[in-house]
């Protein structure tokens, strides 16, 4: 295998993980639908059960500390934050030739929910 070709397949490896933590972020990242639960409701709900235990059937025991160790599991990955900006930046940085090397269309990207202006920024027009 020549220095080329080892480069030019370390250099898909590089862009394909850029461009797979970018969408991944997007998709961490998306807002959901209904009220926004904050570390303080998710707390005030663990402290709920808490109290609710106490006096619970075994039954009802169960579920409460099912859905205890839900809202414990949800209050951890509240505090991964994930760096947006930062990815934006690495995968405007490489989406051009990725795009290029893998055939995506504009269209392609908009259609998994990158942003016409992140595309835009990145060299990627519709006409691609």
């Known amino acids: 295998m020549s220095d080329e070709h080892k480069a030019a397949l370390a250099k898909g490896r590089v862009e394909g993980r850029v461009v797979r933590e970018f969408l991944e ?68 940085a490489v989406a051009k030739s990725y795009s290029q090397s893998k055939q995506i269309s504009y269209q392609s990207w908009r259609d998994v929910g990158v942003e016409a202006s992140v595309l835009k920024a990145a060299g990627i027009s519709r006409s691609d």
């Open 25 to 92: 972020g997007m998709r961490a990242t998306k807002p959901k639908r209904g009220r926004k639960r904050t570390a303080e409701t998710v707390t005030a709900r663990i402290e709920t059960i808490d109290a609710e235990l106490k006096f619970a059937s075994p039954i009802d025991e169960l579920l409460l500390v099912q859905e205890r160790r839900n809202l414990r599991s949800e209050l951890e990955s509240m505090s991964d934050t994930i760096d947006m900006k930062q990815l934006e930046a690495e995968f405007v």
